[in-house]
């Protein structure tokens, strides 16, 4: 029987990863998506939207399609969702894996200030500027929304969810970004400090290079932990590595090994 691989998806690591299981002779793979985003990016092979009900509903979900193996692929801030695959695997027996990109790492030039929540970054923000480009998705902005005296940009891929600070302005965007559009969108609206969470990755890390050569604060929100027992790889490379199998060839003809 072919092996069953349930991807719960939404970033780039679980796309790239379905891609390369969907090429693979005699493997199954399925992607779950939490249907947060309007229009999602394709993904190969079998797709599925919406919750599971919990871990309970989860476990009844990898039961009855006989999945072999759960690969959490979702944002390194999907709390709940991550505790939930936990929990699920754990109760099933199901083989779990983590996929989670590594986080930044400030370099030399960089005015990073980690702070443990969104909560704690409007704390911290009046100390620090008072136009704020706040790149932290559509979700969590009403702790920022009793700031009255600042201003904000905020950028997600969706309309974000209300309560807003009162003085916002919305951008809607997908990225990557290049390091001359951030720069441009710092200056343009003369931001003074930058507020993101750790995501990791490059499709957004341009933003905080050009920070940097602007000499702005950034207000980095530190991931939250990742629950006890699981196993955490950080490409898809270590993913296939864990299961057994070879990255595939990119190479052609005599070229191959």
Known sequence: ????????????????????????????????????????????????????????????????????????????????????????????????????????????????????????????????????????????????????DLRFVVRSVDPPEPPLPADTRVILARGPFTVPDETHLLRAHRIDVLVTKDSGGGATAAKLTAARELGLPVLVVRRPELPAGVTAVPDVAGVLERLGLSPR???AGDTCP
């Not at 939207?49 to 979900?61: H, I, K, M, Y």
């Not at 009855?64 to 695997?89: G, K, M, Q, Y």
């Not at 400030?106 to 970054?121: C, I, K, T």
Request: proline share 6%; aromatic share 6%.
């Open 1 to 148: 029987m072919s092996p069953h691989v349930l991807i719960l998806g939404g970033t780039t690591e679980a796309r790239r990863l379905a891609a390369d299981l969907a090429e693979r002779p005699g493997v199954r793979v399925t992607t779950s998506l939490a249907d947060r985003v309007a229009r999602p990016a394709a993904v190969a092979g079998e797709v599925r939207t919406g919750g599971f009900g919990g871990p309970e509903g989860l476990a009844e979900w990898l039961r009855a399609h006989r999945v072999d193996v759960l690969v959490d692929a979702t944002h390194p801030f999907a709390e709940s969702i991550t505790a939930n695959a936990a929990r699920a695997a754990a109760a099933t027996g199901v083989r779990a894996l983590v996929l989670r990109r590594p986080g930044w790492r400030p370099g030399p030039g960089d005015d990073w200030r980690f702070v443990s929540s969104l909560e704690a970054a409007a704390e911290a923000l009046p100390r620090l500027g008072r136009r704020v480009f706040l790149s932290t998705g559509r979700l969590g902005l009403a702790a920022f929304a009793h700031l009255t």
């Open 249 to 251: 060839c990119s190479c």
